[in-house]
Every structure is written in C-alpha cells, then in structure tokens.
C-alpha cells in the first residue's frame, strides 16, 4: 500500500527531482499556472549550501514574481559591488534596487513554505528510482503517464524535472551529461558576527582566489574564499584562508566565527542540451556559471518560470531557447571575471585600470543586471580602460 502522502500524488503532472531552491522555484511558477507538482528530495527541509548569500536586486525581482517579497528583516541590504586587492579599490552602486545578504536556510524556508501554500506537494527524505529508459523511451512526448517509485512506491508523472544539482541523477539517466565547456573551483563559506564594513559585497582579489564579504544581518556578514587551486583546499590551508587577505585579516582579527565551515564546488558548464522527450533540466543540474557572477540562483529562478511555461504549452522547445537566452549574459561576464583569476598579474593590472576610470567598472555592473548592452559597453568604455590598463595598470 501506498504511504498517505504518495497516495495523494500517485499521478502527478510534473514529478520534480531536487528540492533545492531550483526545484521549489520550478514548484512555485507551475503551481501558479494551475500545473499538478510533486517534489521528491533525498534530504530534510530547510538545505543548507556553502553560498555568497547574496541577492542582487534583479534576482529580487524574479523572486518577487514566484511570491516571495523580501524585505529588510529577512537579512541585510546592500547597494552595490566593490573589487578590491592590496592595493587598489574600486565600487559601483546597482544602477536600480538593492540588494540582500540572506541566509541560505532562511531562503529555502521562504521557498518551501511558498511552494506548499501553492500547493506543491514536498516528499522530504526520499528517493526517487526512475523508469528504465530502454523500455520506457525518452524522446518524443506522448502525453500519457510514465511511472517511477519513490521510496520503492509508483508514482505516475507526465513531465519530468531533473533539479539535483551539478551531479544530476537526472541528467546522466536522461543521456544530457554532454558539455561544451566545463571550468570548475572551489568554494568555502564562513559567518563572523561582526557589523558589515560597507554597503557594498565586497570582492577582495589575491594570487589563487577571491574573497566575498556579504553582509548577511547587522551583525553578522557571509565570508567566501574561492580557489581553483586543489593545493588550498586542506584542512590546514582552509583554516587560514584569511592569510592572503592582510586588510581583512586585520578587520577581522579576534572576530567570532558564528557559523562551522562548509565547503562546496562551483563549476561554469554549458550543456549541449537541457531538455529532451518529457524531460527538462533545471539550475546547475542545467549547467551553470562559476559563483564569481553571483547570479546562480537568479538564474535559476528565471529557468524555473520558463519551463513551467514551456510545460503549460505542452512543449519543451521554448525552454530550450529561453535557457540559451538566460545563460547567456552571466557565462560571458564569468568569463571576464575568470580570465582575472586565471592570470594574477592581469588582475592586479585590472583593478588599478578599473580603479582609474570607474565608469567603466559602473558600465560593467550595469551591464551584469542586463541594464546595458555588454558588447556596447565593451566598445565604448574599452578603449579607455586599455590605455589605462596599459598606462597605468603597473603597479608603482
């Protein structure tokens, strides 16, 4: 016999697997178009990931159209961007909104409580064993039920969402694993109960990574070092994190940790495909950008209101080419970002150019939120930054 709770979903419009923010979001966006949902996740409510925590103001507005407003009590604001290395600094205001600092279990508390006052059906602790794809072919959608079991119980689905992240079950079953680009890294998070320093995220640049300082409450803010270099990632490197950092060593010096460290890869992928027959892929289990553009769950919000539009029109296709079209803007500024990362000189350069003529470090956050055209950015302000990466890009 069935459990209650699989009972009440034995056939279900859409069965979803992955109840990460991705997959809650894709529950959120059916459920307001009337779609049938259930949501089968391996883990218990309320997952937390080693995350920036960071909310621009255009991923405050997709998350505004799934029903969730927040405000300044779910976390903290913050008003822009600043890089920084040793030497050099230079910021930007977002050119509209504000963002927020929220903590990842906080998040995903929002999300799963929206999604059942939706009515999205959750199965938490569970496991999904898909249909054997050689008998029940992907391709070609029929519109009639297929089956799988969920903690060793059918239950039937006419559409099917991989949302599990970069290590997909769904997508190696689904045969979508084929990638045209794939870069990956390393990230570690800690919180220290501190005020924020400044009203911006800051980014603090050194040889083999990155720092991002996010003010999460008025006392507490989100600390993550990211790395390609495996060489970083013992245990006794992990501990000192800080050491490439002098200035935020300093600030934060004698600080409590509030929070034990946890760690997580982040990956820039693009897939040949994300969609095939009645299956869809959705958040990094669709590919991803490297966590340097923090817009990984904005992605994954607007992924999530294109496919449940795609699914209300009874075809993957336009979310194929809304994919494309969502992807595209953040892999090409990741690639800016990680060309930095990858040549440390070129960074230092970089900063003391941007730091000479910060119009164009605007230009480029404008840019990041889809405010202006990146190409016409590139062509306007370019030539000037050259010059002064070139002028005035050597360190003294």
């Known amino acids: 016999m069935l459990n209650k709770d699989i009972a009440d979903s034995a056939a279900t419009e859409v069965l979803i697997v992955g109840g990460g923010p991705a997959g809650l979001a894709a529950a959120i966006a059916l459920r307001q178009r009337g779609i049938d949902c259930t949501v089968v996740e391996a883990r218990s409510a309320f997952i937390d990931k080693a995350c920036g925590e960071g909310l621009m103001p255009d991923s405050r507005e997709t998350l505004a159209q799934l029903g969730i407003s927040l405000t300044d009590a779910d976390g ?31 998040l995903h508390a929002l999300l799963t409580a929206r999604a059942q006052q939706a009515g999205a059906l959750i199965l938490w602790n569970s496991r999904v064993q898909l249909p054997d794809a050689a008998s029940e072919p992907i391709i070609s959608p029929s519109g009639t039920y297929r089956s799988a079991l969920v903690n060793g119980q059918p239950i039937r689905f006419r559409w099917l969402i991989g949302a599990d992240g970069q290590s997909s079950t769904v997508r190696r079953w689904a045969g979508l694993d084929r990638a045209r680009m794939r870069s990956v890294r390393f990230g570690f998070r800690t919180h220290y109960r501190v005020a924020p320093g400044s009203e911006f995220v800051e980014v603090h640049w050194a040889r083999g990574g990155q720092l991002y300082i996010t003010p999460v409450a008025p006392d507490c803010v989100c600390v993550v070092y990211i790395t390609r270099d495996p060489h970083r990632i013992s245990k006794d490197a992990r501990a000192n994190l800080l050491a490439a950092f002098p200035e935020v060593a300093a600030r934060f010096a004698g600080i409590e940790i509030v929070s034990q460290q946890r760690g997580a890869v982040t990956a820039s992928c693009k897939l040949r495909s994300v969609a095939t027959g009645y299956v869809a892929l959705l958040g990094d289990a669709s590919g991803s950008a490297d966590a340097i553009t923090g817009e990984g769950l904005a992605i994954s919000f607007r992924q999530a209101l294109a496919l449940a539009d795609s699914i209300h029109s009874g075809s993957l296709e336009p979310y194929r080419r809304a994919h494309r079209q969502i992807g595209k803007l953040p892999l090409a500024m990741g690639e800016l970002m990680l060309t930095l990362d990858r040549w440390p000189a070129l960074q230092v350069r970089a900063i003391r150019a941007l730091a000479s003529t910060p119009i164009f470090f605007e230009d480029l956050l404008h840019a990041h939120m889809g405010e202006k055209n990146l190409a016409s950015v590139l062509l306007r302000r370019g030539p000037r930054f050259g010059w002064s990466l070139l002028t005035k890009g050597a360190p003294a």
Do not use: K, L, W
Not at 78 to 91: K, L, Q, T
Not at 92 to 98: C, L, Q
């Open 76 to 106: 903290h604001p913050f008003h822009g961007i600043r890089f920084a290395n040793s030497v050099d600094h230079v910021d930007a205001h977002f050119p509209r909104g504000t963002g927020i600092g929220v903590r990842r279990p906080h």
